[in-house]
Every structure is written in structure tokens, then in C-alpha cells.
């Protein structure tokens, strides 16, 4: 399999304490630019009155003019990132394989720039929030890579923890090599209580088996209180911005 790169470029209005991902660059392993692209649309930041739209649209031309120019672009990349704001950033690149790079940025493109389908209302507009579009997005981002299957990674996994009678059902679940791995979604609206059910939960279930393991896939924006706690009961949690090499780690896991 190929192997890439790719970085995010991140907007964060400012005070509101949120960041949108609105543009991927693939790169191949050697580190050339194989291509980029800037979000099409801000349908899902239009709901956020903080967000300035005419700041974007002008650095979406300015983007996609200097695409289009080819070998300046990776200098356009650094000068770029030597001048952000304080409303935008650049990530870390992320290694991962992948099939031909068309089809991979395409993967990128849906996955960190695209409002998912079924989550905007009928102008457009950003509606689904919380728990439930973060369990639809896991779900989207498994089924893209081939993963989400009774065989492989099983949606609703019902778990005692207390006897037989007190259940609760994970959203997700896999077992490689006999090893119950579990995913959960966790969104923004009432997170500090989830995140502490979970680490009750996950406490009892580790009692009757150490190896198995609990991720937390969490909402953009989730407060401090939440992630502490679910770092504080040994539970790793992943940004939505990070399905894309979880699901690739995932996929590896269970092609070992």
C-alpha cells in the first residue's frame, strides 16, 4: 500500500472556543505535495456567528490560486504557516496507507471537510450536534474503509458490568486476536456526566477483564472537565479530526 501524509489547516473564530477544519494537503512519503483542497463550502459554520465568511471565501481564492500554480505552492504552504493568525493554525502531518492518491484525498476531503450527509437542515444550514452525529460519523468513517461489518467492527455492543442485569451498550466494538476493544461517541451537551458513567462502567468491566478497552471518540470543542476525567479513568479519547487514522489503525488491527 502507498504511503502519505496529510495535514489539516484549522480556523478558529475568535472567543468562540470552536475550530473548523477547511483545508487537507496530501503529501506522498517522500514529503512532495500531491495535491490539496480548501472546503467547497461553509454551510457548517454558518450557524456560528462568530465565524467571518468573507475571511474565508478571500483565503479560499487565495488557496486555490496558488494550487493551481503548481510548484509554488509548497512555498506558498510555508510562507503561509509562518504567517497565520491567531484564528488559524496547521497540524502535525499524519502518516497513513492508502490506495491511489485521487481516491485518498477524496477519503480526506469527505471525512474533515464535507458537513456529513443528513446532519444539515433543509437550508443547509448545521443542525445534528452531540453524541448522535459523532455515532454517525464513526459509522460513515468505518463503512468508507471497509470495517463496519458483523465480522469486523459491530455497532451496539451490549456489555453487563454489574451481574447480569445492569447493561450498557457501547456504540461500537472489534476484537482483534480475542482482545474486546470497544468505541464510543461522546458529544459536547452533557459530556462531563458521560465521560463519568464511562469511567464508572469501565472500572467493574476492567475488574472481570483487564485487556478489554474502552476509546472515546469525542465532539470538537469538548471542555477541559470531560477529557480530564476520561484520562484520568484510563480511557483514550480521539477528536472526530482523527477518525480518519483511527479507522486506519483499526483496519491494520484486524488485518494482523
Known sequence: MPAYRFQLLRYAPTLSGEFYNVAVVLYDATGRIVDARFASAFDRMRCNPAVELRVL???????????????????????????????????????????????????????????????????????????????????????????????????????????????????????????????????????????????????RLRDREPKRSLTAVYEEGLVDEALELLELSAIPSVPVSELEPLATRIRDELSA
Request: a negative charge; zero cysteines; charged letters at 25%.
Open 57 to 203: 471565501e478571500a483565503l479560499r481564492n487565495e488557496f486555490e490560486e496558488q494550487r493551481l500554480l503548481g510548484e509554488g505552492f509548497h512555498a506558498y504552504l510555508n510562507v503561509l504557516s509562518k504567517n497565520l493568525s491567531d484564528s488559524l493554525e496547521i497540524t502535525d502531518q499524519k502518516p497513513f496507507e492508502g490506495g491511489d492518491a485521487a481516491g485518498e484525498l477524496d477519503r480526506l476531503v469527505a471525512t474533515y471537510l464535507a458537513t456529513p450527509s443528513g446532519l444539515t437542515t433543509a437550508n443547509g444550514q448545521s443542525a445534528a450536534t452531540g453524541r448522535r452525529a459523532v455515532r454517525l460519523l464513526m459509522a460513515n468513517t468505518f463503512e468508507r474503509h471497509g470495517i463496519l461489518s458483523p465480522d469486523l467492527v459491530r455497532e451496539g455492543i451490549d456489555v453487563p458490568y454489574a451481574g447480569t442485569r445492569l447493561v450498557f451498550r457501547f456504540d461500537f466494538g472489534y476484537e482483534p486476536r480475542g482482545e474486546q476493544k470497544l468505541l464510543h461517541a461522546l458529544g459536547g451537551r452533557g459530556a462531563v456526566q458521560e465521560a463519568t458513567r464511562l469511567g464508572f462502567v469501565m472500572d
